[in-house]
């Protein structure tokens, strides 16, 4: 079975550009979440969908970051613009069952 | 809210060394525990996980108990080995979704 597939792996960016990240989960997983992790910390999660509709965005700064998954399939995370406390490493998971979600690699933003 | 906290690390063993990586959680109901780890250059997998009080979860001779009344869910193996180096996240998912609160993540070393 396929992981979660993300993409790119690496971005680096100057403050105030824009940049997306694309995310497609595991086939069949209705659930999508996106997480930041900043460096030495635990993941948070920005947002969660259930198919393609908005579960949980509260920790989603709304005013730089939105986030759609329009067929709910895959999804993209994009910031607009980019401060440089927006360095961090994405996280997308999906999950099927209550219990586990199934995280991709992730995609390290630098912001410079 | 829920919050996790984990001891902070590095933690630094020598092979077949005995580990506890402690994690205590506070949180409203009955909240769900898991233990997640993160390889170098991977991403995050679920380890084990215990779902009501006194449960033991385990897997890969890694086991953590379900501690109501101190509220806590340690981590123990018994043996470690080089191949366990690697981050540890505690997380707690409470029963109103499947929102995953994380602890900072604890980095072990096994040095041969």
């Known amino acids: 079975e396929a992981g979660v597939a993300q993409s790119p792996r690496y971005k680096i960016i100057e403050k105030r550009q824009s940049v997306a990240f694309w995310c497609n989960p595991i086939?069949?997983?209705?659930?999508l979440y996106w997480y930041q992790q900043i460096l030495g910390q635990g993941p948070k999660l920005l947002i969660q969908?259930?198919?393609?509709?908005?579960?949980?965005d509260s920790q989603l700064p709304k005013d730089r970051f939105s986030a759609e998954r329009l067929k709910g399939v895959d999804s993209t995370l994009k910031i607009q613009p980019a401060k440089l406390e927006d360095s961090a490493v994405y996280l997308c998971a999906s999950s099927l069952s209550l219990y586990e979600q199934y995280f991709g690699p992730g995609t390290r933003l630098t912001v410079t | 809210g829920n919050s996790v906290t984990q001891m902070e690390g590095p933690v630094t063993l020598s092979e077949e060394a005995f580990l506890t990586i402690n994690c205590t959680y506070t949180a409203t109901g009955y909240p769900s525990l898991f233990w997640y780890v993160q390889y170098p250059g991977e991403g995050l997998q679920l380890l084990l996980k215990a779902t009501k009080a006194d449960d033991k979860g385990s897997n890969k001779g890694f086991e953590a108990t379900y501690r109501k009344e101190t509220t806590s869910f340690h981590l123990e193996k018994g043996s470690v080995q080089v191949s366990d180096s690697a981050v540890y996240f505690c997380?707690?998912?409470?029963?109103?979704?499947?929102?995953?609160?994380f602890g900072g993540g604890t980095r072990l070393m096994v040095k041969p």
């Open positions: 997380a707690l998912r409470d029963n109103a979704g499947n929102m995953l609160t």
């Open positions: 086939s069949g997983h209705a659930t």
């Open positions: 969908f259930q198919n393609n509709g908005v579960v949980d």
